[in-house]
């Protein structure tokens, strides 16, 4: 089994930043790829940013267009922990955002609110 707990949300105002923390523990495999994905209320969770491990050839990254140049993922393998830094924060980012791990395994989700 594995858990996921994020941390880090919260109220910013349009503009603002935040950056959101993953801890993984459990049967953690560091060479498996790790993401953060959103949840509107009314709409489908979609993926915002995802990190491959590092561990056999280089750390690769993709985004959703939307974040792109907003948004950066990093991980940390020693720590099982992935990161979201988020600048530049729109009202459309709010959203529940998860955090998932091999594609299997969702954390609890964290609520994030970009609002004056």
Known sequence: ????????????????SLRLSCAASGRIFSFYAMGW???APG???ELVAAITSGITRGTSTN?????????TISRD???????LQMNSLKPEDTA???CNYNTVYWGQGTQVTVSS
Do not use: C, H, I, M
Request: hydrophobic share 25%; no cysteine; aromatic share 14%.
């Open 1 to 16: 089994q594995v858990q996921l707990v994020e941390s880090g949300g919260g109220l910013v105002q349009p503009g603002g």
């Open 63 to 71: 985004y959703a267009d939307s974040v792109k140049g907003r948004f």
């Open 96 to 98: 529940v955002y998860y």
């Open 37 to 39: 994905y959103r949840q």
């Open 77 to 83: 393998n020693a720590k099982n922990t992935v990161y």
């Open 43 to 45: 709409k489908q969770r």
